[in-house]
């Protein structure tokens, strides 16, 4: 398998690497190409204001000085930190009047003072919270949900509602804790003002809270998706969250959050709103994951998933505008949007109106190394074409046809203006490109196969069924080093489709055979050392992470590893595994969502690759570290409060921390969280307005390697499917946001 080095290279490009390593390189580094025009714009945007912040009780250290204002085509706020003798700088701001106060820990938020650019040595006021209760009103939202008291281990397993209430499919506690999360929290956050008071349904006169909660997770456009999930924990689950709530109500307080401290008053939030009210805005994409210098200084993208469209952020410039995704015209097999357009129970917000109507569903973006976006979404009806069923003479539909495809590719070409349309035999929903010549792009979301597409025989042919292929996950467990047919078959249910399937058991194994198995495909990135080689990652419980080999001549040569989260005596160390990433040494890390861990899992220290003992998933317990993500533990566990949906690796330093530094999202924390392997310690880059930040995707950017700091930054959005949970409430949008660590609190 040949080696990639074209991370390597770009390091060295970087001034990581020496010269002479170059000689021995065989794949060249992806062109770098830095934006005059974007640096240029730099210098419309490099004013500051400079000052201090006190209270009563003296100087004000490790609280946040918070600038906003409507003077620009969008709303703009720049967050940082006051240093310990309070003291603040706001860099990098445009010629406006701003609004600025104070935010902090223990206190109350302090009345806004109208400020000019260039404004210096200015005294800020803030004021000391008059009881805790006040206080608690901007903590995370994690530390509400840490209030959640959920049933005691001895209670599991669940014996039904003609038991004791907890649903049969919870066997333990961790997985009901898992369902709080992967379940509950999977569309937006769960802690916030919004949800942890049942306030804007007391007008519906309730007899009880827990027939509140029940009306809660059936209401609006998500209501039948909520319910859903609502009904697997049995009785119990609207009782728990009822008493969640009734306890809050009546004055119960989350435990008190530390102020930042450290390198985290050196974080500096930029934030830009940008879509409508009701925008689901899943994920953004800045540059080219595998060249962190494309498209610097350039424009921004994500996609609206609910209104079909993709949205382009100048940061420059503060203007942003939608682009309404294509779709092929096939009036047999139209696509149309998966959203609810009526619902039984209507939204407390928004009434029956049907809020999302569009077709082409995108979910997830990538920048490929000619700056097109690309991204997974409906380009037809849920129909497949001919050629991807049964009887076709597609050697991958011969070798193992799909079961279908609701969700398929497409590309935007800002250059041209114009999107390139790809039907794909297989579903999609993440999607991440490879480090050889050949561009592959892997996408997740097939059930139980694994798809990809090279984008240079597309490129060259324009041919959909020449460029794609994909393969079904089978494991080597009988030894012999090839995959081959009849294969041991998974049984049971698999999950929906739309969460990434999986979830399938293996019965009746027969050792003299290979085995498929079934462990989902949610997250997806392409192998950093070798080419053809891509891992994803399965979120059925525990959690499972595999590695896909696709081979000279798939899908015959294709082979999966399957690595299982670590068990020890029946008790998983961890579980809840979502996104996926590589780093440069080869190192796999994926943010635990269940029990709030960044694990990693190192394959070379496997001893046991296939054969018969890789049955279980349990062969390279070895392979595994986790470690522990700060924050208070959810009510009666050990277990930690917080939820990351996904994860991502900072390997070419982009923030500052360090190269190969990974970075989960703090879903529930309103934050993003960095482990710095180098020092073994996390970095919590809470944003802590408005409150409600709930991010999902993330990628990091260089806009000018030779300007420090200022050059550098990584990007998350507020990605909730309700930006009405945000602080603000209706009529309150989505927020790009910047990340950036200066070298300290001053810096400018």
């Given at each position: 398998m040949l080696k990639v080095f074209?991370?390597?290279l770009c390091k060295a490009v970087f001034g990581h690497m020496s010269l002479n390593w170059l000689k021995f390189s065989v794949v060249i580094c992806f062109a770098m190409s830095i934006s005059a025009n974007g640096i240029a714009q730099q210098g419309l945007n490099s004013g500051f204001i400079s000052g201090s912040v006190s209270s009563g009780h003296g100087a004000e250290e490790g609280v946040w000085v918070i600038a906003e204002t409507d003077d620009l085509t969008t709303h703009f706020t720049k967050i940082v930190v006051t240093d310990d003798q309070g003291r603040f700088v706001l860099p990098e701001l445009p010629d406006a009047l701003f609004k600025v106060w104070v935010r902090g820990y223990g206190l109350v938020d302090s009345e806004p003072v109208q400020l000019r650019t260039g404004a210096e040595e200015v005294k800020l006021r803030a004021f000391i919270a008059s009881d805790p209760a006040l206080a608690a009103q901007v903590y995370p939202a994690n530390y509400w949900y840490s209030l959640l008291e959920v049933p005691a281990e001895n209670e599991f397993p669940g014996t039904g509602s003609g038991g004791n209430g907890i649903g049969e499919m919870m066997f333990s506690q961790d997985r009901w804790l898992d369902m709080t999360k992967q379940g509950c929290q999977l569309c937006h956050q769960l802690g916030n003002k919004a949800t942890r008071t049942l306030d804007h349904l007391n007008h519906l006169n309730f007899g009880s809270s827990e027939e509140a909660w029940q009306y809660r997770t059936a209401m609006g456009i998500r209501g039948a998706f909520m319910a859903g999930y609502a009904n697997r924990f049995g009785p119990r689950g609207m009782q728990m969250y009822a008493d969640w709530t009734d306890r809050i109500a009546s004055g119960e307080l989350p435990p008190v959050p530390e102020r930042p401290s450290g390198v985290e008053r050196n974080v500096v939030i930029t934030q830009w709103d940008w879509g409508s009210e009701s925008s689901y805005i899943h994920d953004e994409i800045t540059t080219d994951k595998r060249n962190a210098l494309l498209n610097a200084g350039g424009k921004v993208y994500a996609v609206d998933g609910g209104h079909g469209a993709l949205l382009e952020l100048d940061p420059n410039t503060h203007e942003w505008e939608e682009i309404v995704i294509a779709v092929k015209n096939n009036p047999d097999n139209p696509a149309v949007t998966r959203f609810a357009q009526d619902f039984p129970v209507p939204s407390a917000y928004y009434g029956d109106e049907a809020l999302w109507k569009r077709p082409a569903d995108p979910h997830n973006p990538m920048l490929d190394e000619l700056g097109r976006?690309?991204?997974t979404t409906k380009v037809r009806g849920n129909d497949l074409p001919e050629w991807c069923q049964p009887g076709s003479e597609n050697k991958f539909v011969q070798y193992y046809p799909t079961r279908g495809s609701s969700r398929?590719?497409?590309y935007y070409d800002p250059g041209t203006q114009e999107f390139g349309l790809i039907d794909t035999c297989f579903g999609t929903h993440h999607l991440q490109f490879g480090w050889g010549e050949n561009r592959m792009l892997y996408f997740s979301g097939g059930g139980d196969v694994i798809g990809f597409l090279n984008t240079r025989t597309w490129d060259r042919t324009q041919d959909e069924q020449l460029s794609q292929g994909w393969c079904p996950m089978v494991v080597d467990t009988?030894?012999?080093?090839?995959?081959s047919k009849p294969w041991n078959q998974p049984v049971g249910p698999l999950r929906d489709q739309n969460e990434g399937g999986g979830g399938g058991r293996l019965v009746d194994v027969d050792l003299a055979l290979d085995t498929r198995m079934s462990p989902g495909s949610y997250g997806i990135i392409a192998d950093t050392q070798e080419e053809g080689v891509a891992w994803g990652v399965g979120t059925e419980f525990s959690g499972r992470i595999y590695r896909l080999e696709i081979g000279d001549n798939p899908p015959?040569?294709?082979?999966?590893?399957?690595?299982?989260?670590?068990?020890?005596?029946?008790?998983?160390?961890?579980?809840?595994?979502?996104?996926?990433?590589?780093?440069?040494?080869?190192?796999?890390?994926?943010?635990?969502?269940?029990?709030?861990?960044m694990a990693s899992f190192d394959r070379?220290?496997?001893?046991?690759?296939?054969?018969?003992?890789?049955?279980?998933?349990?062969?390279?317990?070895e392979g595994w570290s986790l470690h522990e993500v700060p924050g208070p533990d959810m009510m009666g566990t050990t277990r930690k409060s917080d939820f990351h949906y996904?994860?991502?690796?900072?390997?070419f330093n982009t923030l500052g921390l360090g190269e190969d530094v990974p970075i989960a999202t703090g879903s529930g924390s309103d934050s993003l969280i960095a482990w710095v392997p180098e020092t073994e310690e996390f970095v919590r880059m809470r944003v802590p307005y408005p409150l409600g930040f709930y991010s999902r995707g993330l990628d990091g950017r260089i806009d000018n390697p030779d300007i420090g700091w200022k050059g550098r930054g990584v990007w998350a959005n507020y990605g909730t499917n309700f930006n009405w949970h945000t602080e603000g409430g209706k009529g309150t949008t989505s927020k790009m946001v910047k990340f950036q660590i200066r070298p300290d609190p001053l810096s400018n």
């Open positions: 074209g991370i390597k976006v690309w991204m398929q590719a497409s009988n030894g012999d080093g090839v995959i015959e040569t294709c082979i999966t590893e399957v690595y299982e989260l670590p068990v020890i005596d029946g008790k998983p160390m961890g579980f809840g595994p979502r996104g996926v990433d590589m780093d440069s040494n080869g190192i796999v890390w994926t943010a635990l969502s269940g029990s709030s861990h070379s220290k496997c001893e046991v690759l296939n054969g018969p003992s890789v049955i279980s998933s349990q062969h390279c317990q996904y994860n991502w690796v900072d390997i």
